[in-house]
């Protein structure tokens, strides 16, 4: 079976940045067959701090994470890798939660 990596980029921090982009090419060193690299937006300004727009802004990366990896076959893949930074963290750990646990066994 194959490993999957998918990379959560935060805000304004897309995955060709070196963060991102580095630990990439790791992955494919270590063996990862395939990858998946999210790009979402998120046009708020002035959100940190202020808990109403966190949220808004979490809901909405969210959603478009979500429909990114909506047709993800996870069952194929023997290991699958998050590799986040920032938001993406926190997009990746309710992925996790709530959606890629369906799919195939967390440890």
């Known amino acids: ?13 897309h995955c060709d940045k070196p963060l991102l982009y580095y630990a990439r090419k790791l992955t494919q060193e270590c063996g990862y067959e395939e990858s998946i ?4 937006s998120y046009d708020g300004r002035n ?10 802004a979490f809901e909405a990366l969210y959603a478009q994470a979500e429909q990114q990896l909506s047709k993800v076959d996870f069952g194929k893949y023997s290991e699958i890798l998050f590799v986040s930074k920032s938001v993406g963290t926190i997009i ?6 709530f959606r890629a ?7």
């Open 47 to 56: 959100i940190r701090g202020d808990e109403q727009k966190m949220q808004q």
């Open 1 to 13: 079976m194959k490993k999957l990596a998918i990379f959560f980029p935060g805000i304004g921090y």
């Open 101 to 107: 646990g369906r799919f195939c066994t967390l440890r």
């Open 92 to 97: 990746a750990s309710n992925y996790t939660k």
């Open 37 to 40: 690299s999210l790009s979402y």
